[in-house]
């Protein structure tokens, strides 16, 4: 079974709209990070953001936010006013944080490709 | 400085052939991470190294083999190349638990004709 899903595959918005993409996870572990990581067209992985488990609240940095919610295992992360240079694929990833030195070990959704169209 | 580096880029080669991908960090961090991109954006974990100890392998076919000189450097040596194993690799640092990042090296485009 997939730990991280993100369902939509492409999204395509024209600049200035908001986009949310969804992340659900799945785990047993009672101690969990959370992580968006964007991969745009040059193909570096930039690390976003890293929430734990017992950190519900929202965050939000510039026009990016996240919305972490536990009872529905979800992790969702909005952009608002959408620019051309936010066109990337973006990842959701989970680290199962119950086995010590695999805290690293990251399990990765299949990715959302996002187009920003100006 | 690049925290993490790795070498080469890109890499064209024959199947068949052994290729090795270098990967460097100048972070101080004790685990090293290998990770493969498919062709359809997949990233999954390939092996970890703790201080120089394997302590992943994650179901990888024997042709490829990581080794550790020291704790700042993982290298991935690829046997007998085949078409399946054109991908991106991604070398990666941890920074342990206070932060939980983990750094990414730029990935090594692998094409296997």
């Known amino acids: 079974a997939q730990k991280v899903t993100q369902a939509q595959t492409e999204i395509s918005v024209v600049e200035k709209e908001d986009v949310t993409l969804d992340c659900v996870y799945e785990?047993?572990?009672?101690?969990?990070?959370l992580f968006w990581y964007k991969q745009p067209p040059s193909g570096e992985l930039v690390f976003l953001i890293r929430?734990?488990?017992?950190?519900?609240q929202n965050e939000i940095s510039g026009r990016y936010s996240w919305n972490f919610q536990k009872s529905t295992s979800s992790f969702n992360f909005t952009i608002t006013a959408s620019q051309v240079v936010d066109s990337a694929v973006y990842f959701c990833?989970?680290?199962?944080?119950?086995?010590?030195?695999?805290?690293?070990?990251?399990?990765f959704g299949r990715g959302t490709q996002l187009t920003v169209w100006p | 400085d690049t925290a993490v580096s790795q070498t080469p880029k890109y890499l064209v080669t024959q199947m068949g052939n052994d290729k090795s991908i270098k990967c460097e960090q100048n972070?101080?961090?004790?685990?090293m991470y290998w990770y493969k991109q498919d062709s359809k954006k997949f990233l999954k974990i390939m092996f970890s190294?703790?201080?120089?100890?394997?302590?992943i392998n994650e179901t990888v076919p024997n042709r490829f083999s990581p080794k550790s000189p020291d704790k700042a450097h993982l290298n991935l040596h690829i046997n007998s190349l085949e078409l399946g194993d054109s991908a991106v690799y991604f070398c990666?640092?941890?920074?342990?638990?206070?932060?939980?990042?983990?750094?990414f090296g730029e990935g090594s485009r692998l094409t296997v004709l």
């Open positions: 990833a989970l680290s199962e944080a119950n086995r010590g030195s695999t805290l690293g070990r990251l399990y």
């Open positions: 785990t047993r572990d009672t101690t969990y990070y």
């Open positions: 929430r734990n488990s017992f950190d519900e």
């Open positions: 972070l101080g961090h004790d685990t």
């Open positions: 190294y703790n201080n120089k100890e394997l302590i």
């Open positions: 990666a640092s941890y920074a342990g638990s206070s932060t939980g990042e983990l750094f």
